[in-house]
């Protein structure tokens, strides 16, 4: 085990992003022209990462494996992003930002890391505003904010429940402008099937057109991947369908360490799984905690009149609900972290109190919200504020205008009206704070490779604030890859175009094809689907919201003898020249079946519970999280050595200058 | 709920395609649209039939991948989802559905039911976007007051999910509505106003060079959106443009 | 302004003003048409004001005929080019869930009128054309009426007069308030406007109808 080089820059806190920013090399205009980088990925990382190195200069290729780099998952973050504006005037400033997303991730993030996110943070409203996204305002014309969990002030801008939606489409409309200019080169429908390195840099990738299936060779002077998350290896998630670690592993198994695999985000409101055809699993926002109540029923029988149709949850008195979260955290209410909030719901689901039928569901209760604003509506219009009916009809106005649509999305996909019963919601995988391993430059262990946005293991330690995710995407590829990869290029500025006659290139492309070559000619009798769910069910069941040492072996080894049987016996029709979505997916599966092992293997490793990890050795008597400062402040690296189970770790120890670890409590 | 699916077969963009008809069992009214077409893709695959090809990825009906032209509408009866968030609930027991890709010259189909809209992104290209570099030497956000009947329907316009269902349904395969609610989204906003009129120009000029069809005010886009953008987009782009054209 | 001829749009425009234009020409007619229902007389003269009156014939008639050609040379244009733009029809399309039969049958309405016009030409313009320009027959300014009634005695043609009009008013139903959104009308008006347009789509074929009637029944 060594210790990792993060290249933090020296000098205060504060300071460093400044003095560092002032230091580094850079690259001439003249000479930028003669760089090439690729992207791979159209989130708000890559999108804008892709847009800014194209203004500066270089040439970029960019790819996604959609039809258009504006479908990338991004765009269905809902809630907001954070920004330390202090336009509330609540006691916001960066400091505190920063203090909370440290406090937040439960102290294991990098320090450095996180004071630049909150630095930039106010550059991208900034910025965002001037290339026309639409954010929520007031009626002063000024912007809006909200609050999210796990903060006590409101930095989050918002527009409606499409927050994602419209900051990916601001940078997706940046890079169409220099699309339009020639800057960048947009590859649609193209997967990233391997890195490829010479002399040790990452000098191009091998792609597969997804319509003809051709292998393509793609040189450059660097490689910046922001491919997103990994959390579709539960197989159900709130990720989108196509959401892979392939183009992340990859570059694991070309050298780059991967980083606390296990630090996933299980996000506490989503629409609970109905039946086994379930293909993914809907995320309800974190804003409508801002409103709504988390209650299960006080006594048993009243589940069981409910799970039997007898009861319905709104004859349920005032005495006989448990509004849970209000009772154990009083300071936080509905409003604790996620990972609080996703724990306290398993806890009580497992005592047997879950509402529907398969016992895993709580309330989201938004009566009393429509009352009170029923009430004030009521006020404000001069009308009879103890009319019922009209309280409520008036209070349900306020309430569409807040979270219309996401009201909207239940009912067609419950077919029931949240106006009228109570929302059910369930944890759901939805975010992976894990991922390569990056130092402050964002470059990962390989040089000219760079991870960004949820990618790269991040800035959000075990667990992830609300509305930081766009955040650090956005900060990431605007603000600090465009500079630190400067640093690199400089030495580069005499390499000359990259040839993809390489030796290397040959041998990758060969390695391409011969997998792709060995699904198509298996023609064993199960569907990569087959596959990808019983991986899914054994992450969720091991690997979950709650994980034990005898659990995470035999994930190992489960996930270890689906992967030979993979191999084996996994069907792949078609062919390797046409539109092939199987094939596809085939290859996403087989590193997410090499992925599971190395998740369930640093689980096992980080022997204590800390933000979404929880290891039931690890707790208060009150059953809460117990972190182990002592033996684990450190980010986990993981080196690639062929099986994920011989993966050598590497530590990151974590040092704290500007901040005082503490035990996190919301209570 | 048992079911009989008349499905587009078409190998690629040149290939001819036609109709073809497979049965499907035990499709649970909970389903989505799509859930039930990966159902139908196992089956198909067990039996050695290549599986239907069709496009969508976040099956929550924000990224605007998924299509599909369900028993003549774009994206099925049912009003304001994407084909994604359709659930089989809206349809009865014993049924026949047909199931083409969204049709139009400037889409071409790619595979089964999966078209290539790339002519959007084009468009996009041509002036989709204010210049502003992404240096992040901009002014403050709140710099600029914006009315907020206009930030929301700026707002409005902008959730346009670039998925075609209104070229799909308009019986011109006009590209409008989608070319519309950008236009609008940028003329409604200050940031947008500067450049506004080459804006418009150049997105039209090169919707025109796409293929699409001429608008008829129909307004079979309007009630065919899954977002729900509102015709008054036209209205906005048919006025910014005749401006636009005016000024020279 | 090059663009402006060549873009889709410029021929939304075109065929909106076009189609305006021949709306408040439809209105003039019509007012005059129904001056025969209370007084012969009158009738006469304003027809023969119209007739006679060298700015009527010489420059509004001439726009006139070129704003008719225009309007029907460009429908049947467009009509070419939007059934180009999808080379392969749906199996099934359900048109009516979501527009009127009026907006997507635009072509088949106006082909009806265009018939219509062109009886309306054989009937009307070419015998007064040859009347006055070819043949130079003496003036007679209470010739008009006669000629009138005299063409509403057959009931057949009274009968292809009513249906014709109940075409140009389903042609008017989506055309009227269509021009308005064409050349950007879209506001808080556009309901009222609409209404408006609903009205006269309807009454205005229904008053043309209503002559022909009365004279076929009077004569």
């Keep these: 085990m060594t210790n990792l080089d993060s290249k933090i820059p020296k000098g205060p806190l504060s300071d460093k992003w400044t003095n560092h920013k002032s230091h580094i090399n850079l690259v001439s205009p003249a000479n930028k022209r003669l760089i090439d980088v690729i992207v791979v990925g159209t989130g708000l990382a890559g999108a804008s990462a892709a847009a800014t190195l194209a203004e500066l200069g270089y040439n970029v290729k960019a790819f996604c494996f959609q039809d258009s780099p504006r479908r990338a998952h991004s765009i269905a973050a809902q809630g907001g992003i954070n920004a330390a504006k202090n336009y509330q005037g609540d006691g916001d400033s960066t400091y505190r930002l920063f203090y909370d997303t440290i406090k937040g991730g439960d102290y294991r993030s990098r320090e450095a890391n996180v004071h630049r996110l909150a630095e930039v943070s106010t550059n991208i409203i900034d910025q965002c505003v001037a290339q026309g996204v639409p954010f929520a305002r007031d009626y002063g014309g000024l912007l809006d904010n909200r609050s999210f969990g796990g903060v006590l002030v409101s930095r989050t801008f918002y527009a409606k429940g499409q927050t994602g939606q419209q900051l990916l489409l601001g940078a997706y409309s940046a890079m169409n402008r220099q699309i339009g200019r020639g800057k960048i080169k947009i590859y649609n429908r193209h997967e990233m099937m391997d890195l490829v390195l010479v002399d040790g840099k990452a000098r191009g990738i091998i792609a597969r057109n997804l319509v003809t299936g051709q292998i393509e060779r793609h040189g450059a002077h660097a490689v910046v991947v922001a491919s997103g998350g990994y959390g579709n290896i539960f197989f159900l998630s709130t990720n989108a369908m196509g959401s892979n670690v392939s183009a992340g592993w990859k570059i694991h198994q070309k050298g780059a360490h991967f980083a606390n695999p296990c630090f996933t985000q299980i996000h506490p409101t989503c629409i609970p799984v109905s039946g086994d055809h379930q293909s993914k699993l809907t995320l309800m926002s974190e804003s409508l905690r801002n409103d709504g109540r988390i209650w299960v029923p006080k006594n048993m029988e009243d589940v069981q009149g409910i799970r039997e149709g007898k009861l319905k949850p709104t004859d349920l008195k005032e005495e006989d609900r448990d509004y849970y979260l209000e009772r154990r955290y009083p300071a936080f209410g509905n409003l604790v972290p996620r990972d609080v909030a996703s724990r306290a719901a398993k806890e009580r689901c497992d005592a047997g109190f879950g509402v529907n039928k398969t016992g895993e569901a709580v309330y989201l209760d938004f009566v009393a919200a429509i009352t009170r604003y029923g009430k004030e509506q009521a006020h404000v219009k001069g009308l009879d504020e103890d009319d019922t009916v009209l309280v409520k009809k008036l209070g349900q106005e306020v309430v569409r205008s807040k979270y219309g649509n996401l009201f909207q999305m239940y009912e067609k996909i419950v077919d029931q009206n949240p106006y009228e019963m109570p929302m059910m919601i369930y944890p759901a995988v939805h975010y992976t704070m894990g991922g390569v391993w990056v130092d402050y430059n964002l470059m990962t262990s390989i040089p000219g490779c760079y991870a960004i946005g949820e990618a790269n293991f991040s800035d959000h330690g075990a667990n992830r604030l609300g509305a930081s995710a766009l955040m650090q995407g956005l900060a990431d590829g605007y603000f600090v890859l465009p500079y630190t990869i400067g640093d690199y290029l400089s030495n580069d500025i005499r390499t000359g175009p990259i040839s993809t006659d390489a030796p290397e290139f040959d041998a990758a492309e060969k390695t391409v094809k011969d997998k792709i070559h060995l699904f198509l000619t298996n023609k064993g009798k199960n569907s990569v689907d087959h596959y990808h769910k019983k991986l899914g069910k054994i992450m969720w069941d091991k690997c979950g919201m709650s994980r034990n040492a005898k659990g995470l072996k035999e994930a190992m080894a489960e996930i270890k003898a689906l992967r030979e049987d993979f191999y084996k016996n996994v069907n792949v029709p078609g062919t390797d020249s046409e539109f092939n979505e199987q094939l596809a997916k085939a290859g996403r599966v087989s590193d997410f079946l090499e992925l599971g092992e190395l998740f369930a293997k640093d689980a096992l490793e980080r022997l204590e519970s800390c933000g979404g990890h929880f290891r039931e050795e690890s707790q208060t008597p009150e059953g809460e999280a117990m972190r182990d400062d002592q033996n684990f402040t450190f980010v986990s690296a993981w080196e690639y050595k062929g099986e994920p189970a011989d993966a050598v770790l590497h530590k990151e120890e974590l040092n704290y200058e500007e901040i005082e670890v503490k035990t996190r409590s919301y209570k | ?248 | 302004m090059s663009g402006l001829i060549k873009s889709s749009l410029a021929r939304k425009y075109a065929m909106a003003l076009s189609g305006l234009f021949l709306i408040v020409f439809l209105l003039q007619h019509f007012t005059i048409n129904f001056i025969s229902v209370f007084s012969e007389e009158v009738f006469n003269q304003v027809s023969h004001f119209m007739g006679n009156n060298p700015a009527v014939q010489f420059l509004l008639q001439p726009i006139l005929i070129f704003g008719v050609l225009f309007h029907f040379t460009m429908g049947f244009v467009l009509e070419y080019q939007n059934r180009n733009s999808r080379s392969q029809n749906y199996a099934e399309n359900k048109g009516f869930a979501n527009s009127s039969w009026m907006s997507r049958n635009m072509i088949w309405s106006g082909a009806v009128v265009l018939s219509f016009l062109g009886l309306h030409f054989y009937d009307f313009w070419f015998p007064e054309m040859n009347y006055k320009y070819i043949e130079v027959l003496p003036e007679d300014p209470n010739r008009y009426f006669e000629e009138m009634v005299h063409k509403f005695v057959s009931p057949f043609r009274v009968g292809f007069y009513a249906v014709s009009f109940v075409f140009l008013m389903l042609h008017l139903l989506h055309g009227f308030s269509s021009s308005f959104q064409s050349v950007g009308l879209n506001n808080k008006y556009t309901k009222g406007l609409k209404s408006f347009t609903i009205a006269f789509s309807i009454l205005i074929p229904v008053g043309f109808i209503y002559i022909a009637f009365f004279h076929h029944l009077n004569a």
């Design chain 2, 1 to 248: 709920m048992n079911l009989n699916l008349k499905i587009w077969r078409q190998a690629n963009t040149t290939a001819q395609g036609k109709m073809e008809t497979y049965p499907i069992e035990n499709v649970s009214p909970d389903m989505s649209f799509l859930e039930m077409m990966d159902v139908l893709n196992e089956q198909l695959i067990n039996k050695g039939i290549d599986p239907v090809a069709f496009d969508h990825d976040c099956r929550e009906g924000i990224c605007g991948m998924c299509s599909m032209y369900i028993n003549g509408e774009a994206h099925g009866p049912d009003r304001l989802v994407t084909t994604c968030q359709l659930h089989m609930r809206k349809f009865k027991d014993g049924e026949t559905i047909t199931i083409e890709p969204f049709r139009a010259n400037a889409f071409p189909v790619v595979k089964d039911l999966a078209v290539d809209r790339s002519a959007f992104d084009r468009i996009q290209h041509a002036g989709g976007f204010v210049s502003v570099n992404t240096s992040g030497n901009t002014q403050d956000a709140n710099a600029i007051p914006i009315n907020k009947h206009d930030a929301d329907n700026a707002f409005d316009a902008a959730t346009c999910i670039g998925c075609g269902a209104c070229v799909a349904s308009c019986k011109n395969a006009s590209a409008m509505l989608f070319v519309s609610a950008k236009v609008s989204q940028y003329a409604l906003l200050p940031q947008g106003k500067v450049e506004a009129a080459d804006r418009v120009l150049n997105m039209v000029k090169q919707m025109d060079e796409e293929g699409f069809g001429n608008c008829t005010n129909t307004g079979a886009c309007e009630v065919e959106c899954p977002k729900g953008i509102s015709l008054e987009n036209i209205a906005r782009m048919n006025r910014e443009y005749l401006a636009a054209s005016a000024k020279g």
